[in-house]
């Protein structure tokens, strides 16, 4: 009985809390203030590091104008 008790209890305390056991961010608001800055940072940051990875910040070799390509 102590095992079924143990395990209602356990189960109602974790479906109560919302998100992960261990906080991310600090409560100290200052310190969480800082640490939401500098996540922001890496998330905007991560799409010109795709880019980076992925050579697509090279310059276009393309020409705006239809060349013909042979000798006229």
């Known amino acids: 009985m102590r095992k079924v008790y143990l395990a209602i209890v356990a ?3 974790l ?3 919302a998100g992960c056991l261990i906080p991310m961010y600090s409560a100290d608001p200052a310190r969480r203030a800082q640490e939401l800055i ?3 940072e890496d998330l ?3 799409l010109d590091e795709w880019e ?3 050579f697509l910040d090279q310059p ?3 020409t705006t ?6 000798i006229i």
């Open 44 to 46: 905007r940051s991560f």
């Open 60 to 62: 276009s070799h393309m």
């Open 38 to 40: 500098f996540t922001s």
């Open 65 to 70: 104008m239809r060349v013909h390509g042979g």
């Open 11 to 13: 189960a109602a305390w």
């Open 52 to 54: 980076r990875i992925w």
């Open 15 to 17: 479906s109560t809390g």
